[in-house]
């Protein structure tokens, strides 16, 4: 897993930032906007640095949505917004030709199990198995084939 150092961060924060203050430099009186859209993890994040945004470019309409990276993907190559935002890196079968990706955050994984559960210690190597889908199941602890859900690939 790739780790972003804390200037690796800013320096994307500020590149997003860049993208809303090129609005700014239009010569036109009229009112400018920016459509934003994509992961709904990513959107607290994006409507923080939209507000703050807004409060000093009063003549510029940002309109930012949740609805997943895959619709912002989507919607951004059909050219309909002007900035997605994705919790993931971009799939090679989404056809991301001529997107720059600029990631500027990371999303934490919490790994919970239930009291019941007889499981008390796992590997970070055991976790990265389960997570890539090259454990389909385990021993639950009393014998018991215990289903292993790999949904992050």
């Not at 919490?110 to 389960?130: F, G, K, M, Q, T």
């Amino acid at each position: 897993m790739r780790h972003c150092s804390f200037a690796h961060i800013l320096i994307c924060l500020c590149l997003l930032s860049l993208c809303l203050l090129s609005l700014c430099g239009c010569q036109s009186r009229e009112r400018q906007s920016m459509l934003i859209a994509g992961s709904s993890t990513m959107t607290p994040l994006a409507g923080k640095l939209t507000e703050a945004f807004l409060k000093e470019n009063r003549d510029i309409s940002v309109v930012l949505e949740a609805g997943g990276s895959t619709a912002g993907i989507v919607a951004l190559r059909k050219r309909v917004i002007d900035v997605a935002l994705m919790s993931r890196d971009v799939q090679g079968s989404e056809d991301a030709q001529g997107i720059i990706c600029y990631p500027y955050a990371r999303n934490a994984v919490a790994i919970v199990v239930h009291p019941s559960n007889s499981l008390s210690d796992i590997s970070i190597d055991r976790i990265r198995e389960i997570f890539v889908g090259d454990v389909r199941e385990w021993d639950g602890g009393e014998g018991e084939s215990q289903q292993a859900d790999g949904r992050f690939k």
